[in-house]
């Protein structure tokens, strides 16, 4: 066994892959700069987890919150040196996907082969303003590359077969999935990713954090009724009193506050302890719960928590153990117009694999099914106007005229679809609606997990999540499950400001599966 295998063969996945075991990680936030007391508190935690031995891997984040911290990768390294597995938080909101693939190449030359592969929270103010967000794959897409990384063939181009394949990748790649949507359309988009991301490579699932036991239970039910057979670990996030009104605001994205949780532990902050022990409970509460209903692990995380108060909670959850259907009803926290996908057991509080009824189909414009009759008649193989809109757009790309044609297309496509004149259109596989001008984060594969109330993440109250839309436009014609399957590759740059018709019709586009 080489040292790479030895290596590769962690305590984590080795944990993670054993139905005997109930793996443990915990979440570490770098502080913005290399060194400090926050620094210091952090990798003490480390040395005293690598010590005790209960934790089988911290989770380092990447930027979290959009604003600009130690890398993972740094942090990581010195971390594993001490003895503790490491996973890296792999996102895609400041990196383009040559400097992603660079990046994985040195998180594989430090033994850092464990991945929580996000799309990212949106990038906040920075060095002179805002920064430009990037978000050149998604989260589908850069599982994709990591795959591909991994695969025998690692790096083989058949484009270019003088490029020379590298060794393999071993990176276990982490996905996230929230549960804790308010809307159906939030949720089952949630759910659908899920599907592709398990078609892309995924290993092991790490859910949002939330505080319903019937939820948590739901994307548990869900996975094993779809047979989306991967290790999943449930989210046990402590906040603290500035955290909890930041979460009650919305300022963190994708995550609820209920207001019955809200009321009991502004009541509980009366106490001398500020509720910091009956938030340490709680969180015990249901770390019993999740083992208790099948769940492989947990997460555990929460701002200002020391060693002390991660032992308090494992000590206080294995005296639970065999009370944790008590802690289902308590552990209710979800406001009353929360949509659930199965409808609820009343025996034990969580859920029966029957469906809850849906909501009714959303009210569609007629331009969609315009738009949909018209992509049917000229980009279907069999559309009655396929073959001469392909000859007239063959002719004309190598003419004089192909600028003419590029920018009536892309006035036709503004005033419709506001199009962004990207030249790789992908507007037939989300119900034509243009994720270039429509998704912050411009992803092609699904919904982040940032969306509040059907509201995007970076436009709260003023823009409706696209992907949402899309859920109501498939709904609408009965083939919202479409979106479970399919890849959309990333954009190709090289095609930005030229005519899509054009590169569609000569096999430039990401509708060439060659690419």
């Known amino acids: 066994m080489s040292d790479q295998d030895k290596n590769v063969c962690s305590r984590f996945r080795q944990s993670l892959f054993d139905p005997k075991d109930f793996t443990l990680t915990f979440e570490l936030v770098p502080s913005r700069g290399g060194q400090g007391k926050a620094h210091n508190r952090t990798l003490e935690f480390a040395r005293q987890a690598a010590a005790d031995g209960r934790l089988h891997a911290v989770s380092i984040t990447e930027n979290a919150g959009g604003h600009p911290a130690l890398s993972p990768g740094t942090l990581g390294t010195e971390i594993r040196s001490m003895g503790l597995e490491v996973i890296v938080h792999l996102s895609c909101k400041d990196k383009n996907r040559n400097q992603m693939e660079s990046l994985l190449f040195g998180w594989d030359r430090k033994d850092l082969f464990n991945l929580l592969v996000i799309a990212g929270d949106y990038p906040q103010q920075g060095y002179r303003g805002h920064p430009k967000p990037v978000f050149d794959l998604d989260t589908i897409q850069a599982l994709d590359l990591i795959s591909r990384l991994n695969c025998e063939q690692a790096g083989r181009d058949r484009r270019n077969p003088a490029v020379k394949p590298y060794k393999p990748t071993v990176f276990l790649k982490g996905v996230a999935v929230s549960p804790f949507k308010i809307l159906e359309s939030e949720l089952l988009m949630q759910y659908f990713k899920l599907h592709r991301k398990a078609a892309a490579g995924a290993d092991y699932v790490i859910t949002q954090l939330g505080y319903d036991a019937r939820k948590f239970h739901e994307v ?3 996975m094993q009724l779809n047979n989306l057979n991967l290790p999943i670990l ?7 009193l500035p955290v909890v009104e930041i979460m009650r605001q919305g300022g963190i994205p994708g995550c609820v506050m209920p207001d019955d949780l809200y009321a009991l532990i502004r009541q509980e902050a009366e106490s001398e302890d500020k509720g910091k022990k009956a938030r340490l409970i709680r969180a015990a509460k249901l770390l019993s719960v999740l083992k208790g209903i099948g769940y492989d692990g947990a997460h555990i995380g929460g701002p200002g928590l020391s060693f002390a108060d991660f032992d308090f909670i494992l000590s206080e959850a294995a005296q639970m153990a065999g009370s944790w259907p008590d ?13 659930y996908y199965y409808k609820k057991d009343e025996k034990t509080g969580l859920n029966l694999a029957e469906l809850n009824a849906k909501g009714k189909k959303a009210v569609i414009s007629g331009a969609y099914y ?14 009655l106007l396929f073959v001469p809109a392909q000859k007239i757009c063959l002719k004309l790309a190598d003419s004089k005229l192909s600028s003419t044609l590029a920018s009536v297309e892309h006035l036709i496509k503004f005033i419709s679809f506001n199009c962004q004149n990207c030249g790789d259109c992908t507007l037939a596989e989300l119900a034509f609606l243009c994720p270039q001008s429509g998704c912050a984060k411009y992803l092609l594969n699904g919904a982040c997990g940032g969306s509040r109330d059907g509201w995007c993440e970076v436009y709260p109250g003023r823009k409706r999540c696209l992907y949402v839309k899309v859920y109501e436009r498939l709904k609408s014609i009965g083939r919202e499950q479409e979106m479970k399957e399919g890849f959309v590759p990333p954009r190709d740059w090289s095609l930005n400001k030229t005519s899509s018709w054009i590169n569609f019709y000569q096999g430039r586009d990401h509708t060439d599966k060659n690419k």
């Open 234 to 240: 449930g989210n046990v996030f402590v906040p603290n």
């Open 370 to 383: 315009v738009a949909r009759a018209a992509h049917e008649l000229m980009f279907a193989e069999n559309g």
């Open 220 to 222: 548990l039910q869900y």
């Open 327 to 339: 802690y289902v009803e308590e552990l209710s926290y979800w406001p009353e117009n929360g949509f």
